[in-house]
């Protein structure tokens, strides 16, 4: 200790009366008792980043109400279901430094920045869950692999970003989302399809997508 003082120049060492196991008890009761320290956090940053709060409810309610639908308890998803309530709030984060590609520097953010609350491993898998909501889906083949779930809660968010790239409310026809034997099945209204052409395109674009990671995506009009 006396060699320590001394390489470090510290002149004064006081006794703390908390320790490191004091602060990770804290965290956990605060879990169980509905004050998760993560959630705080998140609020954080949708404040420090500016974040459009109307466009992140629409995304995250969709995106839930999908996921209600892929439930199963074999896979363990209710373990990771707050992940995506949580990528669906902080999503546009990368806006503050580029609109371009910002969800890589989204996933960035998420990945380097002080998240009290969240261990390494979260801050990772919340990461890559933002970095899938758009784009290739290649860079995410081996996250997936080692986490099928991570799949599902990528298609449930990638669904909600595009359904609303208006930025506005829609009256949204009733969608259906299953699993299927290698992938996902999406049912919508035909009608509503044929009357949202962009839309459609991006939907036939995602079945590509999906199918370039090994996992089928496929939209059945009704």
Known sequence: MSGVFAELGIAKMT????ALRDGVLWDLLGRVHHRDIRDVTI???TRRYHVDIAQ???VGTLAKALLKELEDKKVGMEAVAPFLDWAARLHEIGMS???GAY???SAYILANADMPGF???EQGYLSNLVLAQRGKLSKMRAAFDDDPRLAALALCLRLAVILYRSRRSLKLPKLSLARNDDGFRLRVDGRWLADNGLLAVALESESEQWNGV???FEVVET
């Not at 006794?15 to 908390?18: L, P, R, S, T, Y």
Request: avoid cysteine.
């Open 97 to 99: 430094i580029a609109q």
């Open 43 to 45: 609020e954080q940053f």
């Open 103 to 105: 969800h890589k520097h």
């Open 119 to 121: 261990s390494r491993q």
């Open 56 to 58: 992140a409810q629409r």
């Open 214 to 216: 090994g996992r089928r």
């Open 15 to 18: 006794v703390a009366e908390g």
